[in-house]
T-cell receptor, first 113, second 114 residues
Framework: DAGITQSPRYKITETGRQVTLMCHQT?????MFWYRQDLGHGLRLIYY???????DKGEVPDGYVVSRSKTENFPLTLESATRSQTSVYFC????????????FGPGTRLTVT | AQSVTQLDSHVSVSEGTPVLLRCNYSSSYSPSLFWYVQHPNKGLQLLLK??????LVKGINGFEAEFKKSETSFHLTKPPAHMSDAAEYFCVVSGSGTGNQFYFGTGTSLTVIP
């Protein structure tokens, strides 16, 4: 029972580089989410997806791109990384939308130098 | 608009004494409310959820929370704290009109003193 996995777990990159964070879930959940966690802010939603090929912006989408060609995968790309994007990124999935609990991956710690 | 306020950023209790973590919410609609726990360097784990059924919700590991609409609160309690309860706790609101979004509080760090 793999659940939800994220890779890499740790990443250091330089300003201006493109970086992709991967998220994979084995439950066939229709919804998937990307959050960032920063001190003093809790978790903030970046993007979410209700199904394959359906994505929508969250609270803090600027500088990020997502895609979802398969139900089980939901990669997050930083097209040109900035220091302000140094954070811990969590992927989550759920069976449905608003009233359903979300299940979280272990997180990716990203440092942009 | 939906929002959550966790009233304490840090709480310290002695092992064996009760835990109270406070959460107030704001919602224009009938909300769903959740408590999640995050142990150091780990992902988030669901403790319990409220979705308009019983107002007293029981979760895992002895945690409970009571939904009080008149006070717009959803405080988390546990009768005796254990050392293993030391972690970060997040209160979350979701519901109609949130665009399928979860809104997280800023977290409460629980320290358990032996």
């Amino acid at each position: 029972d793999a659940g939800i996995t994220q890779s890499p777990r740790y990443k250091i990159t330089e300003t201006g580089r493109q970086v992709t964070l991967m998220c994979h879930q084995t439950w066939s959940h229709s919804y998937m989410f990307w959050y960032r966690q920063d001190l003093g802010h809790g978790l903030r939603l970046i993007y979410y997806s209700a199904a394959a090929d359906i994505t929508d912006k969250g609270e803090v989408p600027d500088g990020y791109v997502v895609s979802r060609s398969k139900t089980e995968n939901f990669p997050l790309t930083l097209e040109s990384a900035t220091r302000s994007q140094t954070s811990v990124y969590f992927c989550a999935s759920s069976e449905g939308g608003t009233y359903y609990e979300q299940y979280f991956g272990p997180g990716t710690r990203l440092t942009v130098t | 608009a939906q929002s959550v306020t966790q009233l304490d950023s840090h709480v310290s209790v002695s092992e064996g004494t009760p835990v109270l973590l406070r959460c107030n919410y704001s919602s224009s609609y009938s909300p769903s409310l959740f408590w999640y726990v995050q142990h150091p360097n780990k992902g988030l784990q669901l403790l319990l959820k409220y979705t308009s059924a019983a107002t007293l919700v029981k979760g895992i590991n002895g945690f409970e929370a009571e939904f009080k609409k008149s006070e717009t609160s959803f405080h988390l309690t546990k009768p005796p704290a254990h050392m293993s309860d030391a972690a970060e706790y997040f209160c979350v609101v979701s519901g109609s009109g949130t665009g399928n979004q979860f809104y997280f509080g800023t977290g409460t760090s629980l320290t358990v003193i032996p």
